[in-house]
């Protein structure tokens, strides 16, 4: 397991090379969490060489391109990292990082093998954060909210007498609204992200196209990101899809999980070959 940096623009991007197998996987992470979260599922593989991406304003990455990150920008830095220049590689994405992953495998289908979808984000179209990152007026609200919380707190607790917001979201929402310097980050990275939007239906049509394997995980309690996005996600495309749900939330990226996640590398590196062969 080592660290790299690769010199883009004003910025430098740190990334994460974890095994030495054939097989290529570049991976990100989730909101907060970093490209060594994947260190230790690469002790449980053997074909696989995995390439994390610290992504903007996350673990040792210094993004100095303003606040916004294209889908095409983040291409070109997959391309720069030597081990893969223009190579086929699979795409595994956590939480967050899965909707990056949808969203370069719409870009670029014929260069992606396969893809491994942990607890994704980007299955589901979220209005508010549509509203928030892609509409004039969602962007003030959004940008004052982040600077004058307190409104938007009430308006939480609003919700949670009414019952219109779980205990889940309202601790999961407070983790992120409570502390200035997370505000600033949150604002900092929905902003900067805010074009990785995938449109699902061209997602789907793709994956049937190109016959594109991909393995869902999901945390059978997670009250974010639940296991029914995947469910309506894979209809209509079952033959080239896997899901699975294990006994946990929303932290499925975890050492414990390790096999499972080498499991679904294996099933779409075998699925991959039988197609091509």
């Known amino acids: 397991m080592t660290s790299h940096f690769i010199p883009y623009n004003q910025s430098t991007i740190h990334y994460r090379k974890s095994g030495s197998g ?46 916004e990150c294209s889908i095409e920008e983040m291409l070109e830095v997959i391309r720069l990292c030597p ?9 595994m994405g956590y939480s967050m ?13 014929d260069k992606i093998s396969y893809i491994v979808l942990i607890a994704p984000d980007g299955l589901k179209v979220n209005p508010w954060y549509r ?3 892609q509409t004039f007026m969602g962007k003030r609200i959004f940008r ?25 979201i309202m601790k999961f929402v407070h983790r992120y609204i409570d502390d200035t310097a997370m505000r600033d980050k949150v604002y ?17 049509s793709l994956i049937k196209k ?19 996005f995947g469910e309506r996600f894979i209809q209509d495309i079952e033959k080239w899809c896997r899901m699975e749900i294990l006994e946990a939330g929303h932290q499925v990226l975890h050492p414990r999980y390790a096999d499972v996640i080498a499991r679904a590398l294996a099933y779409c590196t075998d699925h991959q070959n039988n197609h091509t062969a």
Request: charged share 20%; with cysteine; glycine share 10%.
């Open 22 to 67: 054939p097989q290529l996987v570049v991976c990100f992470h989730g909101f907060g969490e970093f490209a060594k979260t994947f260190d230790p599922i690469a002790a449980s593989l053997t074909d696989h060489t995995l390439i994390a991406i610290d992504l903007p304003f996350h673990g040792e990455t210094i993004w100095r391109e303003g606040l």
């Open 210 to 228: 190109k016959q594109t394997p991909v393995y869902l995980i999901f945390g059978k309690f997670d009250r974010i990101i639940v296991p029914k």
């Open 131 to 133: 509203f928030a990152t």
């Open 83 to 91: 081990e893969i220049g223009e190579k086929p590689y699979g795409l």
């Open 144 to 168: 004052y909210t982040m600077s004058n919380p307190g409104w938007f707190n009430g308006l939480l607790q609003a919700g949670k007498k009414t019952g219109l917001v779980n205990e889940s």
């Open 97 to 109: 990082g899965g909707r990056i992953v949808l969203s370069l495998y719409e870009a670029i289908p």
């Open 188 to 204: 900092q990275v929905w902003t900067t992200m805010r074009k990785f939007t995938p449109r699902l239906p061209n997602v789907k």
